[in-house]
Nanobody, 116 residues
Framework: QAQLVESGGGLVQAGGSLRLSCTAS????????MGWFRQAPGKEREFIGS????????YYADFVKGRFTISRDNANEMVYLRMNSLKPEDTAVYYC?????????WGQGTQVTVSS
């Protein structure tokens, strides 16, 4: 089956930065909208942002407030989430998603922990 794999998570001090990566196997997702979600302890999974398949438009949840940026590199079948000015409340498991009108694919997540 098609698979997405996230990487780049870890432990970072508040105010620091991380770049998460998502790569695909089995097939290309160049025609899919790619998105990032996260799930914090005791919380439901929430939408962070997405980028259209043509790379023209991004969408972000309000809580991002300009701190996070999504980009994609279709030639290398990669999508990224750059996170700046991280806060302890950003601590969560971060998931990559590939979406079309017909199906969705998910990665297994990467842990991001932000210390005070």
């Amino acid at each position: 089956q098609a698979q997405l794999v996230e990487s780049g998570g870890g432990l970072v001090q508040a105010g620091g930065s991380l770049r998460l990566s998502c790569t695909a196997s089995e097939r290309t997702f160049g025609s899919y909208t790619m998105g990032w979600f996260r799930q914090a302890p005791g919380k439901e999974r929430e939408f962070i942002g997405s980028i259209r398949e043509n790379n023209d438009t991004t969408y972000y949840a309000d809580f991002v407030k300009g701190r996070f940026t999504i980009s994609r590199d279709n030639a290398n079948e990669m999508v990224y989430l750059r996170m700046n000015s991280l806060k302890p409340e950003d601590t969560a498991v971060y998931y990559c998603n590939a979406h079309s009108d017909y199906d969705d694919y998910w990665g297994q997540g990467t842990q991001v922990t932000v210390s005070s």
